[in-house]
């Protein structure tokens, strides 16, 4: 889904224009970025968390050339999905099905 199919989306659901529903989705991607420009945690219960993450300066390869590199440090934006987020993409297994993993079978002992 793209942002034109979740503005067109909420648009349908909400009896708003479309242009007035792209202008929304926007400005709250817009308030997310400038929140963790500043640093700040994003919070939207049910959903989930943006939070920004710091990474130091490193060295890395240059993969053409195997030169040695040093990579900046930089900032990135990370997303927690909340838990009602991660139980509707993996729903409970269907009765008599369990999802967890066979037991391994014992080793026999050798005499």
């Given at each position: 889904?793209?942002?034109?199919?979740?503005?067109d989306h909420i648009a349908t659901d909400h009896e708003m224009g479309k242009s007035q529903a792209k202008q929304v989705v926007e400005a709250v991607f817009a308030a997310i970025v400038q929140a963790a420009s500043k640093g700040e945690e994003v919070s939207l219960p049910g959903f989930g968390k943006f939070k920004v993450a710091s990474r130091e300066a490193r060295q890395g390869r240059n993969p053409a050339t195997g030169e040695t590199i040093q990579i900046a440090a930089s900032k990135k934006l990370g997303f927690t999905p909340a838990k009602q987020v991660k139980d509707a993409m993996n729903p409970a297994a269907p009765a008599g099905k369990s999802a967890a993993?066979?037991?391994?079978?014992?080793?026999?002992?050798?005499?």
């Open positions: 889904m793209n942002t034109a199919e979740l503005a993993k066979p037991a391994a079978k014992p080793k026999a002992k050798k005499a």
